[in-house]
């Protein structure tokens, strides 16, 4: 996978499975930057009924929100990468700091997630990001090299390519603050150096390295235009139509 400008959209836990449908058609059918690869991360339940509504040749790809690290069993309630994969949907996302929250997802278990992914021929959005209290003690740099050393690093370099990273400062998520520019900027070098020291400069350079946290139309341009911000990964904005599409065609 070379290094992409790619803008995610993570619906949550929001909309109904109409309001998904005819969410996902106006961004479809709305006036889209070619050169920007769209994703959307919508609920379990709305994969099937938005796929079989976007065109493949829309280059609009789905992502799952999460998934198990097993691929089946008495797991109630949980989602099969497994099936992911036979649904052929191309993204899931690993490691989200809600689901860390929530769900108590470990560093160690995200690593298992991972693999158990991309053995099952999924693409991995891999979440980091650290919370106020660690950015203001200014240890926010090795806070994310441990969240990326303890999971995203077992993996091997030649699957690599099927990994794109989320900076996501937790601070900044649903809260409207969102980092500056030089913020982004300085964490997103420091992981693409992290990736350069692990697997060498040709995966580091061809990485996509995404900004998460209260991206919208109007800030959009000034984060993506940083050198190493390659795109968004959108929440509460991606609900939007055309805040969306304007955070799309920001590159
Ligand atoms: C997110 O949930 O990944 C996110 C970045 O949310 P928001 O854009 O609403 O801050």
Redesign the pocket.
Known sequence: MARRFIV?G?W?MNTNIEEGILLAEQIQHGQRNPETEVILAVPYTHLFPIKKKIKASSGIRLAAQNCHDRNAGAFTGEISPTVLNTMKIPYV?IG???RRMYNNESNELLASKIQAALNNGLKVIF?CGESLDIRRSNEHVNFVKQQLEESLFTVDSTTMKHIVI?Y?PVW?????E?ASPQQAQEMHAAIRKMIHNKYGKRIADNISILY?????GSNAKDIFCQEDVDG???????LDSSDFLKIINSL
């Open positions: 995610a993570n949550k996302i989200h700091s809600e979440c989320a996501e900044a998520i649903g809260t409207g969102t998460g946290g209260s991206v919208k968004g990964l959108v929440g509460g904005a991606s």
